[in-house]
């Protein structure tokens, strides 16, 4: 089994948990996210592992910034009252 497939998992569980909706970067096609990249970091991103990893860790960052958001929400209603 692949990380891709179990981060896939994973985060198929969070979901359910969880009222998560990936952003549109995510879900469009990828090979525009890694033009995009190509550009601004002025290095070429090839390897099938490379592209794996920044998929995987975009996905890792926009679930902890979710979660953060979510954090800081419940947060500011127990400090309300």
């Given at each position: 089994m692949d990380n891709n497939s179990i981060i896939n998992r994973n985060n198929n569980d969070t979901?359910?948990?969880i009222n998560y909706r990936q952003p549109m970067y995510l879900t469009r096609s990828s090979s525009i996210l890694y033009q995009i990249l190509n550009k601004t970091?002025?290095?070429s991103i090839k390897k099938k592992d490379e592209k794996q990893f920044i998929n995987v860790r975009l996905q890792l960052l926009d679930?902890?910034?979710?979660l953060e958001m979510d954090r800081q929400l419940w947060q500011s209603y127990l400090?309300?009252?």
């Open positions: 979901n359910k948990h970091l002025d290095y679930q902890q910034y979710c400090d309300i009252g």
